[in-house]
């Protein structure tokens, strides 16, 4: 269908751009494009695709807003701390650009429910914030036959991609195994905004080049140094053993699931503690995260002593292991076990879980 004058002059900035024309406004009007994630990178890369015109746009996120989302989360607002942002997300893109048809998915994608969530979609942007999200975008889009844009984000670090698993280098290819991959969340490790915003930036980009056609990331591997400056862009190679896409694909299953740890429920330590048990409990988050809340009887602990303080405990100790989530913890789960220790879990969900399960009144951020 022609473009519209309307739509001649709302997107008229790209129109003259020479290439790309009313033929390929058309082709990003015709796009169908699923954004896994919301928050720092997903909540940017929707409003630069809506913007940009792309015909159907699905948001796949759970959860509601928080106070710390807002530093980075730049299409949320204090007004809706608390609501879901599928929805938020959702009513943001329509008062952006009312020609675009937005569909919205609360919940978590996973290896179970990832291809079928996405089988509707031309392109995938993947701003989860997880190694088994990503895992499973990344199988799903395997099976699907569909090219996906990767990003992540790190402090002041971040990673680029564009992965086309059926027929390229896949995630499994440049991470075989999921135990090596040291990822950690910006609610853990934190971030800077703006990496977040540049990240995002190049993301939606990537898909709009997908859309029209143009030479992409695909086959690279762009790590993003924003305090020095400094771009590498490394070629990727598929791998004949890839766990998704080679022949080791009947480990896929496995490549999703490693990232694992022995874990305890909020409500399973809080019953351990009332029965009279005096586990070592284990806090591994920042001094000022401690002081704004934290476990009754626990241990603050830099992470990076946890092997000095292990060389003085009994290795059949019980130890809790707690972080803000649980990736720290996971980590340090690990580190543990490589010393023979015999009795340590990780708080499921970490502090979070410990606020909505047992103690409502913790200080969410």
Known sequence: MPLSKEELVRYSRQLIIPGLGPEGQEKIKAAKVAVVGAGGLGSLVLGYLAGAGVGEIGIFDFGAVELSNLHRQLIYSTGDLGRNKTELAKNFLLELNPGVKVNVREGLLTA???AEALAGYDFIADCTDNFAARAAVN??????????VHGAVYQLEGQLAVFSPHDGPCLGCLVPEALRLQEAACSEEGVLGPTAGAVASMQALEILKLILGMETLKGRFAMLDFKLMNFVVADLKKRAD???CGTG????????DSVSAE?????????RLDSGAQPLILDLRHDWEHELCHIAGDTLLDPEKLSELAA???????IILYCKNQGKSTAAFRRLKDLDFTN???LKGGMDAWADKIDKGTIRY
């Open 112 to 114: 179970a429910n990832a």
């Open 139 to 148: 199988k799903a889009c395997f099976g699907l036959k569909k090219a996906y």
């Open 242 to 244: 890839c766990p998704v």
């Open 249 to 256: 694909a009947g480990d896929a299953a496995a490549f999703i």
């Open 263 to 271: 874990f305890i429920t909020p409500e399973e330590l809080k019953a």
């Open 312 to 318: 003085g405990l009994d290795t059949g100790k019980e």
């Open 344 to 346: 340590v879990r990780v």
